[in-house]
C-alpha cells in the first residue's frame, strides 16, 4: 500500500470478505495524524505556503483533500459513526479496542510501542495474527513542531529546592536515563557493541503476555531523553518488521522548532483565538467526515471554513507569519555560531 487508492481498494476487500469486520478505527487523541503526513502537511499546527507566508494547517489545500477522502471511507462503511463519538480526552475508546481484539482491519494511533502491544494481544487470539504499521504514503511528510512534550517545577513551597534541582540535574545524566528508560545494566539488558540496549528474555516475556508496562514502566518520570528513550524502543522492536517504515520516516522528518516557540502564549489576544480554534477542530472534523453525500460534504466543509473566519484565523495567521520569521532568525543565526 503506497498510496490513498490503494489504501481504499484493500478496505474494499475487507469490507467484502469480513462484512463482521471494520476495516478501519481510530484512537480518539491521535485521530489521523498518521494521515496528516501520508497527505504531505505533517503534524505542525501551522503551514508553510509557496509566498512565505503560514497558515493554520486546516486552511491548507491538502487538508480538505484529507477530509475528502475520509469522508469517501464513512460513505462506503469503512469508518464506524460511533468511533467519532469518543471522547478527545480518552487514550483507548471501546471502539478502537475492536483492532486489539480481531475485530478491525486497522487502526489509526500512536506508534511507537503500541503496536508490539497490539501484536501481543493480537498473538493471544490466533497465533498467526501479525500487526504492522504501514510504510509512508508516496510524498509523506513528517514535518513536526516540537519544543519537548512535558516539563517539571519546583514548586514556591518546596521545603529543600538545593535538593531538588540536585535530583532533577541526576535525572538528565546518562546513568540516571538509563536507569529510568532502559533498566539495570545486567538484569534488563546489556549494551552491544553499538552502545545500545538489547534486553533479556525476562523483558521480551513481558511484552509477549502484554505485561511490560506494568512490570518495567519505562515512562512519565521527572527528566526525559528523546534520545535515550528512543534508542529503547527501537531496541524492543522486531526489525525485520520494522526497518523500512521507521527508515523512511526518519528521511522525512523535519522538527520545526521555530514555529512552536512563535505561538502566542499567555494573555496575548492570539493565544485565545488559537485554542479557541484548536479546541473546536475534533467537532467540525467529525461533522465533515460523517458527512451523507458529497453535497453535504462541501457544505459542512465550507460552514467549517467559514467559522474559523468567523474565530479570526486570518488574525492569527499574520501574527504567525510575523513571529515565525523573527524567532526563526535566531535558530538560524544559533545555528550558523
Not at 481498494?9 to 484512537?27: G, H, Q
Not at 493554520?56 to 469508518?79: A, F, H, P, T, V
Not at 497490539?118 to 509523506?140: D, M, T
Not at 467529525?286 to 479570526?312: G, H, I, P, Q, R
Request: charged content about 20%.
Amino acid at each position: 500500500i503506497t498510496n490513498f487508492d490503494e489504501l481504499m481498494d484493500v478496505f474494499a476487500m475487507v469490507k467484502e470478505r469480513y462484512p463482521d469486520m471494520a476495516p478501519m478505527t481510530f484512537s480518539s487523541s491521535h485521530r489521523f495524524n498518521v494521515m496528516l503526513c501520508w497527505i504531505g502537511l505533517g503534524i505542525a499546527p501551522f503551514v508553510e505556503q509557496a509566498d512565505g507566508s503560514y497558515v493554520y494547517y486546516i486552511r491548507d489545500e491538502r487538508y480538505k483533500e484529507l477530509m475528502r477522502i475520509l469522508n469517501r471511507m464513512y460513505q462506503k462503511g469503512y469508518l464506524l459513526a460511533e468511533n467519532f463519538a469518543a471522547e478527545p480526552s480518552q487514550l483507548s475508546s471501546p471502539v478502537t479496542s475492536l483492532y486489539n481484539s480481531g475485530k478491525a482491519f486497522s487502526v489509526s494511533t500512536c506508534t511507537q510501542t503500541s503496536n508490539v502491544n497490539a501484536q501481543a494481544k493480537l498473538a493471544r487470539i490466533n497465533p498467526s495474527y501479525l500487526s504492522v504499521e504501514l510504510e509512508p504514503f508516496e510524498g509523506s511528510s513528517f514535518t513536526t513542531a516540537d519544543l519537548g512534550w512535558s516539563g517539571t517545577f519546583i514548586t514556591t513551597t518546596n521545603s529543600n529546592p538545593g535538593m531538588s534541582i540536585e535530583l532533577m540535574r541526576w535525572m538528565f545524566t546518562p546513568e540516571a536515563q538509563k536507569l529510568t528508560q532502559w533498566g539495570r545494566e545486567g538484569m534488563e539488558y546489556n549494551l552491544n557493541a553499538q552502545g545500545l540496549p538489547e534486553f533479556t528474555a525476562g523483558v521480551l516475556d513481558s511484552i509477549a503476555d502484554d505485561t511490560y508496562t506494568k512490570t518495567y514502566n519505562p515512562w512519565f518520570y521527572l527528566g526525559g531523553s528523546a534520545i535515550h528513550e528512543a534508542e529503547g524502543r527501537c531496541m524492543l522492536l522486531p526489525w525485520d518488521l520494522y526497518e523500512k517504515p521507521y527508515t523512511a520516516i526518519r528521511k522525512s522528518y523535519r522538527n520545526q522548532e521555530w514555529v512552536a516557540a512563535a505561538l502566542p502564549m499567555g494573555d496575548e489576544a492570539e493565544n485565545e483565538i488559537y485554542k479557541r480554534i484548536s479546541n473546536s477542530v475534533s467537532s467540525y472534523e467529525s461533522k465533515v467526515v460523517l458527512s451523507a453525500t458529497d453535497d453535504d460534504f462541501e457544505t459542512a466543509f465550507s460552514e467549517y471554513m467559514n467559522d474559523m473566519v468567523l474565530m479570526d484565523v486570518e488574525r492569527l495567521e499574520r501574527y504567525m507569519t510575523e513571529e515565525i520569521a523573527v524567532v526563526k532568525k535566531r535558530y538560524d543565526a544559533i545555528a550558523g555560531m
